[in-house]
C-alpha cells in the first residue's frame, strides 16, 4: 500500500490545495493530509479547526485522512510508513523553495521521495495569503475555497 503524506499550513485550505489533493489520490492509495503546527506562527485559524474545516472539505475522497503535526515532516511521515510526500506547485516561482525543502528531506531519509504536483491553472494565483488577504478587505472568498471554509469563515470568523 502506498502511503503518501501531503504536508502544509492549510491556513485556510483553498481549492488549490483540494485540486492537487484529489490528483493524490488518484495516484496513492493513502494520503494523509497533514496539518503543520509550526509554534513559531500565529496561524489565522487554529490547527483544530484547520482540521476540522479539510475534513468537512475532503468528504467525497474516501482514501484521504486529515491529521496534524509538529516538528519534523520527514519523521511524521517515517512514523505514518509513508514512501511520498506531495509538494503542490502553482508557478514556476514556487519550484526553487520547493526542491530545497526536497532535497533537505532526502538528506534527512533518502527512501521517502518528493513528488511535485501541478494544480490547474484557475489555481494558480490562489494562495491561503491570498484569501487572508481578500478576507481582512471584506471580499468574496467563495470561488476560491471549499463551500465549508466559505461557510465558516463568513460565519464564525464574522467576516
Do not use: W
Amino acid at each position: 500500500m502506498k502511503i503518501a503524506i501531503y504536508p502544509g499550513s492549510f491556513d485556510p485550505i483553498t481549492n488549490g490545495h483540494l485540486d492537487i489533493l484529489k490528483n493524490a489520490s488518484e495516484i496513492f492509495d493513502e494520503v494523509i493530509i497533514a496539518v503543520a503546527h509550526n509554534i513559531n506562527k500565529n496561524g489565522f485559524l487554529t490547527v483544530e479547526e484547520r482540521v476540522n474545516l479539510i475534513k468537512k472539505s475532503i468528504k467525497d475522497l474516501p482514501n484521504v485522512k486529515v491529521d496534524s503535526f509538529s516538528g519534523l515532516t520527514i519523521e511524521y511521515a517515517k512514523k505514518h510508513n509513508a514512501e511520498v510526500l506531495i509538494r503542490g506547485l502553482r508557478a514556476v516561482s514556487d519550484f526553487e523553495y520547493e526542491m530545497q525543502l526536497s532535497q533537505a528531506n532526502s538528506a534527512l531519509c533518502a527512501s521517502i521521495k518528493t513528488v511535485f504536483l501541478t494544480t490547474k491553472p484557475e489555481y494558480n494565483f490562489i494562495s491561503s495569503s491570498t484569501i487572508r488577504e481578500i478576507l481582512s478587505n471584506n471580499g468574496d472568498i467563495s470561488k476560491f475555497v471549499p463551500d465549508a471554509v466559505n461557510e465558516y469563515l463568513t460565519a464564525e470568523k464574522g467576516v
